[in-house]
């Protein structure tokens, strides 16, 4: 009887014990029934159709096929943009290897030296203050090192420049990047070139809304768009090893932009009047680039020619093409075949948006090329990744070399972007 009455208490204790794991359990159910059911209501309101898709279209009449049973047409889909990721690492292992073997050895032909600007001499209060406190000291801060050190405050302000620029990089750093993406868009554009040469829609912008959005998706618009897409994807992997200029947030949010109105224009089939718009903006990037190789190179004239190229380039393409023939079939032509629509108005805001900043950026672009011609020379830009290491070297120095701004592909595609501000002065 003893044994019997001493398991009673502990056959409660394994029940109660039971009950409660089976209560967690039932609540971890419940939390995860909640969670699906809250990722799904997200899901559907993001994705709804009336937002996205003109009037009686649904997502499921675009995941049909166009064509006959085994045609392999299709339309675009959300998966699509998945195969961009992989692409994306390819590119990103591509462009180390092309660096190394074959940007470098270009560079080093040229004459550029992997040499970094001129270092501050070792001073170990001067190297504490920049570690620890700040790299730009005030004025006060520069009189109480000047009386510490017994040095002039000119010569401590000096040294702060040369500590600064110890850790930019080295033009063949930069040269190399510049030749990565000179090639890039300089591929990119001609492809897009080739390819919308014999598309109707380039000759004809009404074909971008001629039966929309039944528009079957070719092999090579898809391998154009999503090529596109997947080199954004490279600039956010890319973005936190390259050249840190004083825009890195800006353009961190750029990148985010440009792969969102890529992927979404991808999915709701506006891919026609998104390679129009693709090209028109690859037009002017690689001499951009072309114009940073050649100031790197110490090729001025050269430099300032492919500069002057760049913003006549830029100009007829976004304050004349692109208003005249983007903004007129999106806004104007669109609206008479197939009416407006709640994304219809999402994207012809950015696209207006972006014909603001074209305004501006082609302001900066002819006050640049203004000052160039009237030094003779290129002027400063205030994104430059290295300063000048002191007022008296800026006055006696001979050679001034240009630095440009990230080009327009570091940039928005669909939401473009070019260089914003002056050119600048390297050390």
């Known amino acids: ?63 049909g096929e166009p064509g006959p049973p085994g045609s392999g047409l ?20 591509v462009r180390l290897l092309f660096e190394r073997f074959i940007a470098k ?9 992997d ?30 090192l000047s009386k510490q050190l017994d040095w002039d405050v000119r010569k401590i302000q000096r040294w702060f420049r040369h500590r ?14 510049s030749m990565w993406r000179f090639t890039f868009y300089l591929s990119i554009f001609f492809y897009g070139l080739r390819f919308l040469w014999t598309a109707p829609w380039f000759w004809d912008t009404r074909q971008c809304w001629y039966n929309y959005p039944f528009q079957p998706l070719t092999s090579r618009l898809y391998y154009y768009y999503i090529l596109e897409l997947a080199f954004y994807w490279s600039l956010m992997f890319s973005q936190f ?27 709701n089939n506006m891919v026609r009047v998104g390679t129009l718009v693709l090209c028109l903006h690859d037009a ?68 207006i948006t972006l014909q603001i900043l074209h ?5 900066l672009i002819i006050r640049t090329a203004y000052k160039a011609l009237v030094r003779g020379k290129v002027s400063k830009d205030d994104r430059s990744d290295v300063e000048s290491s002191s007022e008296e070297e800026d006055v006696t120095s001979n050679s001034t070399k240009g630095v440009f701004s990230t080009s327009s592909n570091g940039s928005n595609r669909i939401n473009g972007h070019v260089a914003s501000g002056q050119w600048t002065e390297e050390e």
């Open 1 to 63: 009887a003893e044994p019997r009455a001493s398991t009673a208490p502990l056959s409660a204790a394994v029940a109660a014990s039971a009950a409660a794991a089976g209560r967690e359990a039932g609540g971890g159910r419940r939390r995860r029934k909640m969670a699906a059911a809250a990722a799904a209501a997200l899901r559907a309101w993001f994705w709804n159709e009336r937002f996205w898709l003109p009037h009686n279209v649904t997502w499921a009449d675009l995941a």
């Open 74 to 93: 299709q339309y675009p889909r959300a998966g699509h943009v998945l195969s961009a990721f992989p692409l994306a690492l390819g590119i990103f292992a």
């Open 105 to 113: 050895p270009c560079a080093i032909n040229l004459g550029i030296q």
């Open 115 to 144: 040499s970094g600007p001129h270092r501050a001499q070792p001073n170990a209060i001067l190297e504490k203050v920049f570690t620890s406190i700040t790299k730009s000291p005030d004025g006060k801060r520069l009189e109480g």
């Open 164 to 177: 600064r620029n110890q850790d930019k990089p080295t033009t063949l750093t930069k040269f190399c990047e």
């Open 241 to 267: 090893t390259d050249i840190k200029r004083k825009d890195f947030l800006i353009m961190f949010v750029h990148h985010l932009a440009t792969i969102g109105l890529i992927t979404f224009s991808y999915m």
């Open 284 to 351: 002017s990037d690689f001499l951009l680039e072309a114009a940073k190789l050649a100031n790197y190179a110490k090729y001025q004239r050269l430099c300032d020619a492919f500069f002057m190229l760049f913003g006549v380039v830029f100009i007829v393409t976004r304050l004349g093409i692109y208003p005249f023939w983007i903004l007129n079939t999106t806004l104007f032509e669109s609206w008479e075949l197939i009416g407006p629509y709640p994304s219809w108005w999402l994207f012809n805001g950015l696209l």
């Open 359 to 363: 305004i501006i950026w082609s302001y």
